[in-house]
DNA sequence: TATTGTTATACTCTATAACTATA
DNA sequence: TATAGTTATAGAGTATAACAATA
């Protein structure tokens, strides 16, 4: 962000025109939005979104492989192996030998992984629940559920 | 994205947890949707949301200075010399000397720049609605209605 | 002194491609 | 031959800081 200025969705004076109009540009404000907040929250522990993420898919489906969690992360395997090297520096994550594949590792939360994670997590659902505080119940679910319907939706 | 595959939100097989309940997870995979699909929609133009943003703002702005540009969009000053320089290098935009301020310039598009712009922009609208076709009249306008309250609200 | 545009530099994120060790 | 993890490298994107010209 420019000279440390938190970012203003609507200069005053200033024409957006079509901009104001697209579904999409609202979707991107509201990822700047949630991303600004989401790293606020995170200060703490040093955790992003990708982190956030690739922690609790391992954390719940234990012994995946590298290239299944990229695959489900949705990034490159050189990709992977970044994150799971910030997250074993960080003391969250280990790599452990795959029983029945010697090229692969097993991974798996360590106990201050599993630990961190219930007070991350709760942290997280704060804040996503803060960032949406100015919405009402059915409003908070509305708009959950046609995010998900609008990403979900066959390509 | 990983080997050339396009980003799937759910593996089957895969426990996502928290991750489902979270509306900024949700956020951030309609965003990347989003983006792909603009990325392909511009193809045959090179501009990236960033290029179109600057090129509807200044067309709706004509005489912005790069500084006042750089504010609006929330980037950094030297971030928007390398965003016009682009434009330029495409020969959307151009920079005229400023009346009133030798240090500065008057930004504006070019001739190509208006005439493409309006067909860029055709193509823009064509793929915001082809991404949000699967929501009815109201539940498009209801997400757009919930994103713009959610990000404008004050921080 | 402050501001405008610019440049130099660095950092993050992510990609592709080549490599090694296994399968 | 193909796959798992790794490494090297590169390309966006964006930031900070310093600079010359001008205010």
Redesign the interface.
């Known amino acids: ?3 440390s ?7 005053p004076g ?6 104001d ?15 600004e907040t ?1 790293i606020m929250a995170m200060e703490p522990w040093g955790i992003t ?1 990708p982190r956030f ?1 690739a922690m ?2 391992v ?3 234990p012994g995946l492989k590298l290239t299944q969690l ?3 992360m ?4 050189s ?1 992977a192996v970044i994150l799971v090297d910030a997250l074993e520096e960080l003391g969250y994550m280990q790599r452990l030998p795959a029983p029945e594949d010697r090229r692969a590792f097993s991974l798996a939360l360590t106990e201050k992984g599993k630990a961190d994670l219930v007070k991350i ?1 709760a942290a ?2 704060a ?2 629940k803060a ?2 505080q ?2 009402d119940s059915k ?2 679910a ?3 559920r ?8 066959a ?1």
């Open positions: 962000m420019s000279d200025e938190l970012f203003v969705a609507h200069v200033i024409q957006y025109g079509v901009l109009s697209l579904v999409g540009y609202a979707v991107r404000r509201a990822q700047i939005r949630m991303y989401f979104p993420s609790v898919i954390s719940l489906n990229a695959k489900i949705g990034i490159a395997r990709g997590t997280v659902q804040q996503d960032v949406t100015m919405l409003e908070q509305d708009l959950h046609l995010l998900l319907k609008l990403s979900d939706a390509i």
